[in-house]
């Protein structure tokens, strides 16, 4: 399965023209509290919706982020 918000977790994590696939770990990237205010910025900047930080899930996967991603978007 591709990754459906591809240059949108690249800009979130820093990144340029690194290869992502769902299964890679998001320690393996500056998975920080940097990024996921770049998350808050992305969601709110899309879908005008804010996100308390404090509600965050627990995203351990590139997967596991575009899903969260994919959310806003029904």
Same mark, same amino acid.
């Given at each position: 399965m591709n990754v459906i918000n591809q240059?949108? +977790?690249?800009?979130?994590? $820093?990144?340029?023209?690194d290869v992502i696939e769902r299964s890679q770990n998001l320690d393996e990237f500056d998975w920080d509290s940097l990024a996921m205010v770049m998350l808050q910025s992305h969601v709110d900047e899309k879908? /005008?919706?804010?996100i308390d930080p404090d509600n965050l899930p627990d995203l351990n996967? +590139? $997967?596991?982020?575009?899903?969260?991603? /994919?959310?806003?978007?029904?």
């Open positions: 240059s949108a +977790i690249k800009e979130i994590l $820093g990144l340029e023209d879908y /005008n919706i804010q996967t +590139i $997967g596991c982020l575009d899903d969260y991603i /994919n959310s806003f978007s029904s």
